[in-house]
């Protein structure tokens, strides 16, 4: 079984109006309410960053593939262009 540990986070009284009032229609209590609401931000902080991660990695992929350029590639090409220019 989970051990219950709780927070405490200041809420103005418009927002606490809110969680308590969704609360209510859901037949639940404010901090189930927060709790739940809690959970599901960070489920899709998960997402979030794992989907983050695979466009990280499917970016270097192409660098490796040589189908994108670094940072450092266009900077010396540019450094190239402007010597021989000259």
């Known amino acids: 079984m989970n051990a219950f540990a709780s927070i405490t986070a200041p809420l103005d009284a418009a927002t606490l109006a809110l969680v308590e009032e969704r609360a209510r229609e859901r037949g639940i209590t404010g901090a189930e309410f927060a709790a739940e609401a809690i959970r599901e931000a960070v489920e899709r902080d998960d997402v979030f960053a794992a989907a983050i991660?695979?466009?990280?990695?499917?970016?270097?992929?192409?660098?490796?593939?040589?189908?994108?350029?670094?940072?450092e590639q266009i900077e010396a090409w540019l450094e190239d262009r402007k010597h021989s220019r000259r």
């Open 53 to 71: 991660r695979a466009e990280v990695d499917e970016a270097d992929a192409q660098i490796e593939r040589g189908e994108f350029y670094t940072q």
